[in-house]
C-alpha cells in the first residue's frame, strides 16, 4: 500500500495508463443499458489464475448478451491505486473495480450500494467474516462484494524440520491435516521461546519491522492478541494502555531473535528469507511457498501454513480482503451486479480459488473447506489450515478497530511497527507512546 499522497501528475499518469492486459468477451447486443461493461481486476500474483476470472466473466457475457472488456491491472508501482484514485477524480473508469482493503471505504461516497445482492449472496454462501465487514460496510450499505480473488490471510509459515529439531515443536501435530488445531500450548509466550532458540541455531524467523504491508500485518496481529488499540471503534485515543505497552514490550524482546536488518525489509524480503531456507518461520499467505516449489523445492517440502500464536485476548490472524466495487458513476449498475452474483456462486468461487493453487480465500463462512486447501502439496495438506476452517482464530487488520478513515493512517504509515523500532532503540516507553499519540490526533484532524 502507498505510503504517500498521490500528486496530480500522478493522477494523469494512472488516467493514461495502458499498460493492463486487454481481454473481450464476444460481442453480443446487450439486454442491459448501453450493452456494454468494463471492469478493473487485479492482475494476480500466480501465473494463469487470471483465466479463471476471464472464462467466468465470459460465460455470463455470452448468456446475458453483454460486451464486457476486462484490464487486469498490476499492484506492482500501485498502479491498481493510481487508477482508483484517477477514476475516483474524474468520475468515469470502469463500471466494476477491484479495490483492496481500506480503499472502498476512502471511496464511499462514490461506490454503489450493493446490500440488495449481498442478502442473497449471503444466504447462499454463508455470513461474511468480520473484517471483510468492517472494511466493507458504512452502517447498512455494502461498498462492494468481497471477492476471493486477492483476498488472503498472513499467517505463519513454518519450517517442519526447524520448528522441531531447534524448538521442540512439531507444527504439523499441533495443525494436523484434516483435523482441528491443537495449538493450546501454541501461545506469544511459546513463540518467543521458539523465535529465541532458532535465532541460537542460526535459522531466526524473517518477521520484518519495515513499513509495508507484511511488516505492519504481523505487529497489527500480535497489538490485538494483547487487546492493544492505537483508537477504539468510537474513535477514542487509547495509545496510553497497559495493553498497548504489554505489546511493545513483547517486540523489544522478539526484535532481539530476528534478523538484524529487519527494520529496512519490504513485502519480498520475508518470501526471499524462506525460499533461502534461513529462515524457520515466515508470516505470509502461501506465494512464498509457492516460488520454493518452483525454486526450492527442498524448502517448500518442509513448510506448513497454520495460526497464528494465542495472546492475553485471544488469537488474531491478517486477513486483507478485495472487493469488487461498482462506481456510482457507471452506466450500467444493473449489469454490473448481475455479474458480480454470477462470480459469487460457490462453484464460481471454487474455480478461481484452485486457479490460484489456493492463494485466494473467500470471506464465506461455507466456503472455507474447499478440496484445493486439502490436496495442495508438498507436504500435502500444508494449506489446509490457511483458511482457518474451524474458526480458531479472529481475522483481523491492522489499526483495526478504529474508524476505517482513522485506522487506514496508522496502517499507511506504519504506526505500529514504527512505534516497536523506537521502544526498541532504546527510547522511553512514555516517549513512544507521546510520539503515537500525537500521530493519531493528527490522523483523526485529517
Known amino acids: 500500500m502507498s505510503r504517500k499522497r498521490l500528486t496530480r501528475r500522478q493522477f494523469v499518469a494512472a488516467t493514461a495508463m495502458s499498460s493492463a492486459a486487454l481481454i473481450t468477451a464476444p460481442y453480443v447486443r446487450g439486454a442491459y443499458a448501453a450493452g456494454k461493461l468494463s471492469i478493473g481486476f487485479w492482475d494476480h500474483w500466480v501465473?494463469?489464475?487470471?483465466s479463471a476470472s476471464t472464462e467466468?466473466?465470459?460465460?455470463?457475457a455470452a448468456k446475458e448478451k453483454v460486451e464486457v472488456t476486462i484490464d487486469y491491472i498490476p499492484s506492482q508501482g500501485n498502479k491498481n491505486l493510481l487508477t482508483i484514485a484517477a477514476e475516483a477524480q474524474a468520475k468515469s473508469g470502469h463500471d466494476i473495480f477491484a479495490m483492496p482493503t481500506w480503499w472502498a471505504h476512502s471511496n464511499a461516497e462514490q461506490l454503489e450500494n450493493v446490500a440488495d445482492i449481498m442478502g442473497p449472496i449471503i444466504a447462499e454462501?454463508?455470513?461474511?467474516?468480520g473484517t471483510a465487514k468492517y472494511l466493507g460496510t458504512v452502517g447498512t450499505k455494502w461498498l462492494g462484494v468481497p471477492a476471493c480473488v486477492g483476498s488472503q490471510i498472513k499467517g505463519p509459515c513454518s519450517r517442519i524440520d526447524?520448528?522441531?529439531k531447534h524448538a521442540g515443536i512439531d507444527v504439523q501435530e499441533m495443525y494436523p491435516a484434516g483435523s482441528p488445531p491443537k495449538a493450546d500450548n501454541w501461545t506469544l509466550e511459546t513463540f518467543l521461546k521458539a523465535a529465541e532458540a532458532c535465532h541460537k541455531a542460526g535459522f531466526p524467523f524473517g518477521i520484518g519491522l519495515g513499513e509495508t504491508t507484511d511488516n505492519v500485518d504481523t505487529a497489527g496481529a500480535i497489538f490485538l492478541s494483547f487487546g492493544a488499540e492505537l483508537v477504539d471503534a468510537k474513535g477514542n485515543l487509547t495509545v496510553k494502555t497497559d495493553a498497548v505497552r504489554q505489546a511493545l514490550d513483547f517486540y523489544k524482546k522478539l526484535i532481539n531473535f530476528l534478523p538484524p536488518d529487519v527494520a529496512?525489509?519490504?513485502?519480498a524480503s520475508n518470501n526471499k528469507w524462506l525460499v533461502s531456507g534461513r529462515g524457520a518461520m515466515i508470516m505470509n499467505p502461501p506465494s512464498a511457498w509457492a516460488v520454493a516449489k518452483r525454486d526450492a523445492p527442498q524448502v517448500a517440502e518442509q513448510c506448513w501454513t497454520h495460526g497464528f500464536p494465542a495472546g492475553p485476548k485471544g488469537r488474531f490472524a491478517p486477513y486483507l480482503p478485495y472487493f469488487w466495487s461498482i462506481w456510482n458513476f457507471s452506466k450500467n449498475k444493473d449489469a454490473a451486479k448481475s455479474l458480480l452474483v454470477h462470480l459469487s456462486k460457490p462453484a464460481a468461487i471454487e474455480k478461481m480459488v484452485v486457479a490460484s493453487g489456493g492463494y485466494d480465500l473467500p470471506a464465506y463462512e461455507k466456503l472455507t473447506t474447499l478440496k484445493?486447501?486439502?490436496e495442495e502439496g508438498p507436504p500435502k495438506?500444508?494449506?489446509?489450515?490457511y483458511p482457518n476452517p474451524y474458526?480458531?482464530?479472529t481475522l483481523s487488520i491492522a489499526a483495526s478497530p478504529a474508524p476505517p478513515k482513522i485506522a487506514q493512517q496508522i496502517y499507511a504509515q506504519a504506526t505500529l511497527t514504527k512505534m516497536c523500532l523506537r521502544y526498541h532503540q532504546g527510547e522511553a516507553m512514555e516517549k513512544t507512546l507521546a510520539w503515537a499519540e500525537g500521530e493519531c490526533e493528527g490522523f483523526m484532524r485529517s
Open 264 to 267: 529496512a525489509w519490504d513485502d
Open 125 to 129: 454462501n454463508g455470513e461474511v467474516n
Open 372 to 374: 484445493v486447501w486439502q
Open 391 to 393: 474458526k480458531h482464530q
Open 162 to 164: 526447524l520448528m522441531k
Open 381 to 385: 495438506g500444508t494449506l489446509y489450515h
Open 56 to 60: 467466468l466473466v465470459n460465460e455470463w
Open 47 to 50: 501465473p494463469g489464475a487470471n
